[in-house]
C-alpha cells in the first residue's frame, strides 16, 4: 500500500494549485478517500472527503466553496483543486485511504493509510 502525493509548491494569495495523490496497490476503487493538513504548530485538520464513486464529498468549514475534492478510479488517482488560496491555507497536504467505501469520516481515525504528504505555501 503506497499513498503519494504530489502538485504542492509555492503559490501567491488568491491563486490556485490542485495536489494529486495516487494510490498503488490496494483496492483504490471501492474506497471512500480523504485530504487532511498540517499547518507548523497546529493539529491536523481535516480538509475534504470522497465517497469511493465520487457521488457524495465532505468538506472542512474553512475551505468550503474554495476546494474541491475529486477522482479517477481509472488511474487510482484522487485529487485536491485549491482556489483563493490565502497565507491560513499554508500547510503540509496529506492523502488518506478509509476503513469505509461509503462514509466520509473528518476524524484522522477513520483513515487506515497515509501518503507522505506535499507541502502548499501560500504568499501574503
Known amino acids: 500500500v503506497q499513498l503519494v502525493e504530489s502538485g504542492g509548491g509555492l503559490v501567491q494569495a488568491g491563486g490556485s494549485l490542485r495536489v494529486s495523490c495516487v494510490d498503488s496497490?490496494?483496492?483504490?476503487?471501492?474506497?471512500?478517500m480523504g485530504w487532511f493538513r498540517q499547518a507548523p504548530g497546529k493539529e491536523r485538520e481535516f480538509v475534504a472527503g470522497?465517497?469511493?464513486?465520487?457521488?457524495?464529498?465532505v468538506y472542512g468549514d474553512s475551505v468550503k466553496g474554495r476546494f474541491t475534492i475529486s477522482r479517477d478510479n481509472a488511474k487510482n488517482t484522487l485529487f485536491l483543486q485549491m482556489n483563493n488560496l490565502s497565507p491560513e491555507d499554508t500547510a503540509v497536504y496529506y492523502c488518506?485511504?478509509?476503513?469505509?467505501?461509503?462514509?466520509?469520516?473528518?476524524?484522522?481515525?477513520?483513515?487506515?493509510?497515509w501518503g507522505q504528504g506535499t507541502q502548499v505555501t501560500v504568499s501574503s
Open positions: 496497490g490496494r483496492a483504490f476503487g471501492s474506497t471512500a
Open positions: 488518506a485511504a478509509s476503513r469505509y467505501s461509503t462514509k466520509i469520516d473528518g476524524s484522522e481515525g477513520g483513515y487506515v493509510f
Open positions: 470522497i465517497t469511493w464513486n465520487g457521488d457524495s464529498t
